[in-house]
């Protein structure tokens, strides 16, 4: 066996040709690019809870009149140079959430988790760009289920032994974006768009159950299809490009746009 020559790198390298490995797989999704969306802002959505003790209080309450809460949450996915990159929320500059919240008690599970994600991404009624934003989201598949067994902070994919009544269930649901949609996100927040491979083994910035996304993912095949609707790269796909890296879409004091509604939205990152 020849040694690969110092100055050659092993990606320089023709791949092999080698027998099929996707059996048992779901079929490959499709990731639309990033400027395929266009992003802006609407009226702010103050947090219900101004501190983390009152939201739990929030939460006991909740309990003792109707049970388990239930909340679903969305994992809506594009690309970006080829890459898969996560929509979240950023709030206050340091929380970073997937769009979504707790479900009425009293409402299908489908149709609570959609009037939720209109709640935070759908354009708002009545502006130029409202009617180009159906208010309806493809939900792929549940990707995870997280249980929280006490009034605390701690969540687990997993239900404890000793758990019987637990608390709160949540789920993350994959969503199919289309090929265009309008997105607006509350001007108190951040919409971002977060490259996978930032997610991965990062708890300690995103939380376990964000970072724990790229493991959740894994089991799809993604096919990357550029401005003019034409697949360019699919799983496995070639080496991450240099300009991947996290972008602000929307909200905050440092995002500007050169319309409100009127036009496509301009973004800019914060300097």
């Known amino acids: 066996m020849s040694a690969v020559p110092p100055h050659v790198t092993r990606s320089s390298i023709p791949a092999k040709d080698v027998l099929p490995f996707d059996e048992r797989q779901p079929q490959a999704i499709r990731l639309y690019p990033l400027s395929n969306y266009t992003f802006g802002t609407k009226e702010a959505q103050p947090e219900e809870d101004p501190s983390v003790k009152d939201r739990l209080k ?29 929509l979240m929320i950023q709030i206050a500059n340091a929380f970073f959430k997937l769009p979504g919240d707790w479900l009425d008690y009293n409402v299908d599970e489908i149709q609570g988790f959609t009037e939720r994600m209109n709640e935070r991404l759908a354009a708002p009624p009545g502006t130029s760009l409202a009617s180009t934003s159906p208010q309806t989201w493809n939900v792929h598949s549940t990707l995870a289920t997280w249980w929280r067994p006490n009034f605390d902070q701690f969540m687990y994919p997993f239900l404890p032994p000793h758990a019987t009544r637990p608390k709160e269930c949540k789920k993350l649901y994959l969503l199919q974006l289309p090929e265009s949609r309008v997105l607006s996100v509350p001007k108190n927040m951040k919409l971002l768009a977060v490259p996978l491979f930032e997610l991965y083994d990062n708890s300690p910035r995103y939380g376990p159950q964000i970072s724990a996304l790229p493991h959740y993912l894994s089991r799809f095949r993604w096919e990357f299809v550029d401005e ?28 500007q746009s050169d319309t409100n509604f009127n036009g496509e939205v301009k973004t800019e990152d914060a300097k």
Do not use: Q
Not at 64 to 83: D, F, I, P, Q, T
Not at 229 to 247: C, I, L, Q, S, Y
């Open 228 to 255: 003019e609707g034409k697949v360019v790269a699919w799983t496995p796909g070639g080496a991450v490009d240099e300009r991947v890296k996290m972008k602000i879409l929307a909200g905050g004091e440092d995002f």
């Open 58 to 86: 929030r939460l006991e309450d909740y309990y003792a009149k109707y049970g388990m809460r239930r909340s679903g949450e969305g994992v809506l996915v594009c690309h970006e140079h080829n890459h898969p990159h996560i």
